[in-house]
């Protein structure tokens, strides 16, 4: 599906010269771009860099991390924007820093995410040097100059870089930052899991020797796993959920690996014990390929005699996806909001 914001500034992308960043995250997957070799996308998403990469383009992994670029170092940044706010205002906030002054930032988006909202905010700080255009009434883009020092404060990002306690429960206080899934809870679904791990850990052989997090987010399952003894393997594709996530290991002394990948796709060892709270939706994409997806991930990364441990709201049809990739598929609990589901004997 073409995503109208995109199109709305790519012109701007093409055209980009200079020292020139596009700021890209999950709304973009699957869009694609004419690569424009001058340009540095910087995202977030791991499996958006990779496919970016393999169209050709200079594509850097990074939690919107822009302190390798000086101040008013930068001619031009293009940027489709982000969902959560604070993402959004991180990544103004950072574009008047880094433009020169002269420079441009370019942003789109559609109206029921905000963005005339972002674009009055953005006007304001660039003090008021702002061309705005649309492509329909749904879709909105401003092509900001930069003043050089920003005009008023800059916009609340919720301190976006930094990482600090946001949760704590009778086991383990959490550390995260926005711009991770969930990132000032305790997700209700993971902690019913994690209240229930022990019918899920008696049904293996053995005390598991390792474990395996699909989506750790900043770490929640990963930790509450780590007292039954065994190695922890977290994966996720995002990098500000990685960032935390060893932190947290780091803060609790647990020596565990935490791994870059899209569905652990970096990933070839099998576990005794996977545990996962899948996504529901992938940016534009349908809610079941990443169910399915994560699904798959589960089946080749179970070892035989191991058990997978998912969470998901009552609604999803995990059972019956499941049953294609595991002979044994059962329902241990639901707590009328979510359900639990132990997946055995990977086919
Ligand atoms: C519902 S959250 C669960 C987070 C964490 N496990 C918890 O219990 O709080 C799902 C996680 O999956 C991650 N995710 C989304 N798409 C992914 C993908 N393609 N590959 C790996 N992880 C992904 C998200 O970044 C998010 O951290």
Redesign the pocket.
């Known amino acids: 599906m073409t995503d109208t914001a995109f199109s709305l500034v790519k012109p701007e992308l093409d055209s980009a010269h200079g020292i020139a960043l596009w700021i890209a995250d999950e709304n973009l997957l699957n869009q694609t771009s004419r690569v424009n070799p001058t340009v540095t996308v910087i995202s977030n998403r791991?499996?958006l860099c990779q496919q970016l990469q393999e169209a050709g383009w200079n594509s850097q992994f990074s939690d919107f991390d822009f302190s390798p670029y000086e101040n008013h170092s930068v001619d031009k940044i293009i940027y489709r924007i982000s969902k959560e706010k604070p993402v959004v205002h991180h990544v103004i906030n950072q574009a008047i820093r880094i433009l020169k002054p002269g420079g441009t930032l370019c942003i789109s988006g559609l109206k029921n995410e905000g963005i005339k909202t972002y674009l009055d905010k953005a006007k304001k700080l660039f003090s008021g040097q702002m061309e705005q255009s649309k492509s329909d009434k749904n879709t909105w883009m401003g092509v900001l100059t930069s003043p050089g020092v920003p005009d008023t404060e800059l916009l609340e990002d919720q301190d976006y870089t930094r990482l600090r306690e946001v949760a704590a429960d009778e086991n383990f206080s959490y550390i995260s930052k926005p711009g991770?899934?969930?990132w000032n809870k305790?997700?209700k679904?993971?902690a019913f899991l994690v209240a229930e791990l022990p019918r899920f850990i008696e049904r293996l052989p053995g005390p598991p020797q390792t474990a395996l997090?699909?989506?750790?987010?900043?770490?929640?399952?990963s930790l509450n796993c780590a007292p039954t003894g065994c190695r922890i393997t977290a994966?996720?594709?995002?990098a500000g959920?990685l960032q935390a996530c060893k932190e947290n290991f780091k803060q609790q002394g647990i020596d565990a690996e935490v791994i870059a990948?899209?569905?652990?796709e970096e990933i070839v060892a099998r576990f005794p014990l996977i545990?996962?709270?899948?996504?529901?939706h992938?940016g534009f994409g349908i809610e079941g390929d990443?169910t399915d997806?994560f699904l798959e991930a589960a089946r080749k990364h179970l070892q035989t005699d191991g058990v997978a441990c998912f969470v998901v709201n009552l609604h999803i049809p995990l059972e019956r996806k499941a049953q294609k990739r595991f002979s044994i598929v059962e329902t241990i609990a639901d707590n009328g909001s979510f359900k639990l589901i132990l997946l055995a004997q990977p086919k």
């Open positions: 791991f499996d991770v899934y969930g305790i997700d679904g993971s997090d699909l989506g750790c987010g900043y770490g929640y399952l994966t996720d594709n995002n959920a990948a899209d569905c652990a545990v996962c709270n899948p996504p529901f992938q990443m997806r």
